[in-house]
């Protein structure tokens, strides 16, 4: 009897592995953008009948503003000035009180010598590299300016140490020149009131240069840094006392 032989039965072929569902990404919904903020450039600017009322206040109220640095001559506020970056001016003062008394000249400075000036102001912040702009900006005063402070932006701002602020400060307050210094609280005044908007602390300072009348320069920086110290805070303005409230720009005012 013949041998049956049975074929194997064929393999079934492998199903293929069921793709895996592609995630149906629901579409997110757009994220709602905050409502920009009205720039202030956009904002009417003042007119020259209410920068004069703004100057006019600020006189009424406080007719001879006093710079905050102690100095007793151009020298020590030069001096004072450069100490004063990135630092309080009651710091400043608290360290020049007693180093003032025994150098208060260039020469004087310099005898001083920077190690020993370095005890002086060692409570001020980058006080190792302010003394040693404080030692080479007297030397410099010595030798290029017959130990005077120069009374020119671009000479004040050759001195190491020295910057466009500083120049500003010197020139207004030792020798009654009409500069703008701008500080960080000019450049928030000026900003946020709408008075001088400017993206940089020179474009502030040209903005009130030319809208600020010639008559309230000399006492202007003063002002202004004064307002925005005490008045026209960074994080909590008080707008509730400002002697220009209703004449602000400011869109956030809280009167």
Known sequence: MAKITRKPAPRKAAMPKKKAKAASAKPRPAKKSAPAKKSLKAIKPWTPAEVREVF??????????????????????????VLSAQATDAGVNKATRALFEIADTPQKMLDLGEERLRDYIKTIGLYRTKAKNVIALSAKV????????????????????????TANVVLNMAFGEHTMAVDTHVFRVGNRTGLAPGKTPLEVELGLEKVIPSEFMLHAHHWLILHGRYTCLARKPRCEVCLINDLCRWPEKTV
């Open 56 to 81: 006019s206040r600020f006189r009424k109220a406080n007719p001879e503003p006093k710079g905050e640095l102690e100095h007793v001559n151009p020298f020590t506020l030069l001096v004072a000035v």
């Open 142 to 165: 010595l030798s290029d300016f017959g130990g005077e402070v120069p009374r020119t932006r671009a000479e004040i701002e050759s001195l190491p140490g020295a910057g466009r602020k």
